[in-house]
């Protein structure tokens, strides 16, 4: 009996015994039926899927595009699903490139630098039950060794480690998670080859995962995560989980303690950057899995309605339905800026300068939310320069304003600083004062800062002369706010002399005439960069 137990929770059947799965009927959908636009079809795909049929192949746009095209969205993302192997489909594009462990597939590569559009071209893959694959003792962390030489492995759990077995394609349509990801488009004939009712469940609005919905999800936990994003993508358009798909969910979460660290940023990024982060959050308020997924996402789903991080997060899904670039540096600093700003204030309350309590607060907000996940690289570093910016917003006399606008850095810098004036942390005038100098000319900019510089004058000649105090060791004042008396000039990152910081016998400045920062401006929004 309890062996019996055992491995039905394999998805094992004893010998001799073994269920055929349902592998499901062709049907061939056509346009009048399915009403696709073919207008909304990236040429790339078609060209890439024209590419494999002129060379003897199967080949069709598959997954989620053939699902957006089948509710009249333009995908953002084309994959093609083909019975060549990964090594023919590479032979046959100029740019293309195996990538993967776990599931082998191509990137065919059109285009170069930011404006580069990936084609992700998968080989049909074949069924194969947990009792066919090869048991390994470990799971998703199992090194690359151990796995050498495997095609189809499962850890003791029954998570699939390698899936490189190819096959038909009615095998490679059981093989996917939701019937409405398993649909395959031909561009060239506009047929739609469905197996498991995907287009009925398209026009019913239902969310259905193929097979056992707790069997998928002890195959690959991520597709918990998964469930959550099409839930929250396509809620708008009237989607929802099926029952059965929704109730194991919440007992499934618990397979995520097994997924690598770095998988599982991945995912979150996915849930937050994809134009439906503040949908994501609360569908999973809704279903239960609020906590518990993955420690940072926990952190942004706690402070989601927050004026400062709801302010971040919808105007990341703006910039992602507008077609602009996001980076998962400018969304996080968003969310973890209180721990900074707390601790930075913690800091100066015990007399410590201002700039290293920055920097230590800093780096303690990484050592507990980030980790070592991100590798402390690009991300982290955009994240420190944003965050070390902030104070220096205040400085608006001498040369510190004509270098700033000239870092790398200052657009998403200054459109952090402009969330926190729209959130009532700091003041508008400020916010407003550096949008207009980012724009402005080198003469313009000049007379800006001078008149900055006349009016914190006559702010120290209006105020009332009483006896001299002893100045005191220490600046103790608070987090600066955005005030226009606010004077970083004892601090490392601002060269300005003592006559500049005090207005007193300007000196001679130095003419800026690059004029990058003013012509890059209108670039702002939440991320002006790709990641």
Same mark, same amino acid.
């Given at each position: 009996?309890?062996?019996?137990?055992?491995?039905?929770?394999?998805?094992?059947?004893?010998?001799?015994?073994?269920?055929?799965?349902?592998?499901?009927?062709?049907?061939?959908?056509?346009?009048?039926?399915?009403?696709?636009?073919?207008?909304?079809?990236?040429?790339?795909?078609? %060209?890439?899927?024209?590419?494999?049929?002129?060379?003897?192949?199967?080949?069709?746009?598959?997954?989620?595009?053939?699902?957006? *095209?089948?509710?009249?969205?333009?995908?953002?993302?084309?994959?093609?699903?083909?019975?060549?192997?990964?090594?023919?489909?590479?032979? *046959?594009?100029?740019?293309?490139?195996?990538?993967?462990?776990?599931?082998?597939?191509?990137?065919?590569?059109?285009?170069?630098?930011?404006?580069?559009?990936?084609?992700?071209?998968?080989?049909?893959?074949?069924? *194969?039950? %947990?009792?066919?694959?090869?048991?390994?003792?470990?799971?998703?962390?199992?090194?690359?060794?151990?796995?050498?030489?495997?095609?189809?492995?499962?850890?003791?759990?029954?998570?699939?480690?390698?899936?490189?077995?190819?096959?038909?394609?009615?095998?490679?349509?059981?093989?996917?998670?939701?019937?409405?990801?398993?649909?395959?488009?031909?561009?060239?004939?506009?047929?739609?080859?469905?197996?498991? %009712?995907?287009?009925?469940?398209?026009?019913?609005?239902?969310?259905?995962?193929?097979?056992?919905?707790?069997?998928?999800?002890?195959?690959?936990?991520?597709?918990?995560?998964?469930?959550?994003?099409?839930?929250?993508? *396509?809620?708008?358009?009237?989607?929802?989980?099926?029952?059965?798909?929704?109730?194991?969910?919440?007992?499934?979460?618990?397979?995520?303690?097994?997924?690598?660290?770095?998988?599982?940023?991945?995912?979150?990024?996915?849930?937050?950057?994809?134009?439906?982060?503040?949908?994501?959050?609360?569908?999973?308020?809704?279903?239960?899995?609020?906590?518990?997924?993955?420690?940072?996402?926990?952190?942004?789903?706690?402070?989601?309605?927050?004026?400062?991080?709801?302010?971040?997060?919808?105007?990341?899904?703006?910039?992602?339905?507008?077609?602009?670039?996001?980076?998962?540096?400018?969304?996080?600093?968003?969310?973890?800026?209180?721990?900074?700003?707390?601790?930075?204030?913690?800091?100066?309350?015990?007399?410590?300068?201002?700039?290293?309590?920055?920097?230590?607060?800093?780096?303690?907000?990484? %050592?507990?939310?980030?980790?070592?996940?991100?590798?402390?690289?690009?991300?982290?570093?955009?994240?420190?320069?944003?965050?070390?910016?902030?104070?220096?917003?205040?400085?608006?006399?001498?040369?510190?304003?004509?270098?700033?606008?000239?870092?790398?850095?200052?657009?998403?810098?200054?459109?952090?600083?402009?969330?926190?004036?729209?959130?009532?942390?700091?003041?508008?005038?400020?916010?407003?004062?550096?949008?207009?100098?980012?724009?402005?000319?080198?003469?313009?900019?000049?007379?800006?800062?001078?008149?900055?510089?006349?009016?914190?004058?006559?702010?120290?000649?209006?105020?009332?002369?009483?006896?001299?105090?002893?100045?005191?060791?220490?600046?103790?004042?608070?987090?600066?706010?955005?005030?226009?008396?606010?004077?970083?000039?004892?601090?490392?990152?601002?060269?300005?002399?003592?006559?500049?910081?005090?207005?007193?016998?300007?000196?001679?400045?130095?003419?800026?005439?690059?004029?990058?920062?003013?012509?890059?401006?209108?670039?702002?929004?939440?991320?002006?960069?790709?990641?």
């Amino acid at each position: 009996m309890i062996k019996k137990f055992i491995d039905k929770l394999l998805g094992k059947s004893p010998a001799g015994t073994s269920k055929k799965p349902q592998f499901g009927k062709r049907v061939e959908i056509p346009v009048s039926v399915h009403g696709i636009d073919p207008s909304l079809v990236d040429e790339r795909a078609i %060209n890439v899927v024209r590419t494999l049929k002129q060379a003897g192949f199967e080949a069709y746009v598959v997954g989620g595009a053939v699902r957006d *095209l089948l509710v009249g969205l333009r995908p953002k993302d084309f994959d093609v699903a083909t019975n060549a192997t990964p090594e023919q489909v590479k032979g *046959l594009f100029r740019r293309a490139f195996i990538i993967g462990r776990r599931f082998r597939i191509v990137h065919v590569v059109y285009g170069r630098g930011r404006e580069h559009e990936v084609i992700e071209v998968s080989t049909f893959r074949a069924y *194969l039950d %947990n009792a066919a694959a090869e048991q390994v003792a470990g799971n998703e962390r199992t090194s690359k060794s151990e796995l050498a030489g495997m095609k189809h492995a499962v850890d003791s759990t029954g998570r699939v480690l390698r899936d490189n077995v190819w096959g038909p394609q009615e095998e490679d349509a059981v093989r996917r998670d939701f019937t409405i990801n398993a649909m395959y488009y031909d561009p060239e004939t506009q047929i739609v080859v469905d197996y498991h %009712n995907g287009l009925k469940d398209s026009k019913s609005r239902t969310l259905r995962m193929i097979g056992d919905a707790a069997t998928r999800y002890r195959e690959d936990p991520v597709r918990i995560i998964r469930a959550v994003r099409f839930a929250a993508k *396509l809620s708008p358009l009237g989607f929802k989980l099926e029952p059965k798909t929704a109730g194991p969910l919440v007992k499934s979460q618990k397979l995520l303690n097994d997924v690598p660290q770095s998988r599982l940023f991945d995912e979150m990024l996915k849930l937050l950057q994809t134009g439906h982060a503040l949908a994501s959050i609360e569908q999973l308020k809704v279903l239960g899995l609020a906590t518990g997924i993955y420690p940072l996402l926990d952190v942004v789903v706690e402070r989601g309605e927050q004026p400062f991080v709801a302010a971040a997060l919808k105007d990341t899904d703006r910039r992602v339905g507008e077609g602009k670039p996001v980076a998962p540096s400018f969304l996080l600093a968003c969310v973890l800026w209180a721990d900074v700003r707390d601790g930075w204030a913690q800091r100066l309350k015990s007399g410590q300068h201002s700039h290293p309590a920055l920097q230590d607060a800093i780096e303690d907000v990484f %050592n507990a939310r980030i980790g070592d996940v991100s590798g402390r690289g690009k991300l982290a570093g955009d994240m420190r320069e944003i965050w070390l910016m902030q104070p220096r917003f205040d400085k608006r006399v001498g040369s510190t304003p004509f270098g700033m606008v000239e870092q790398p850095r200052f657009r998403a810098s200054f459109d952090f600083m402009r969330l926190r004036a729209d959130a009532g942390e700091i003041d508008e005038t400020l916010a407003d004062w550096w949008q207009e100098f980012s724009m402005a000319s080198d003469e313009v900019r000049q007379d800006m800062v001078d008149q900055v510089r006349a009016e914190q004058q006559q702010q120290r000649k209006q105020a009332p002369k009483g006896p001299r105090a002893a100045k005191p060791a220490r600046d103790p004042r608070p987090i600066p706010t955005g005030s226009q008396s606010g004077d970083e000039s004892s601090e490392p990152e601002f060269p300005e002399s003592a006559a500049d910081s005090t207005g007193d016998a300007p000196r001679k400045r130095r003419r800026r005439r690059r004029g990058g920062a003013a012509r890059g401006a209108g670039e702002g929004g939440s991320a002006p960069s790709a990641e």
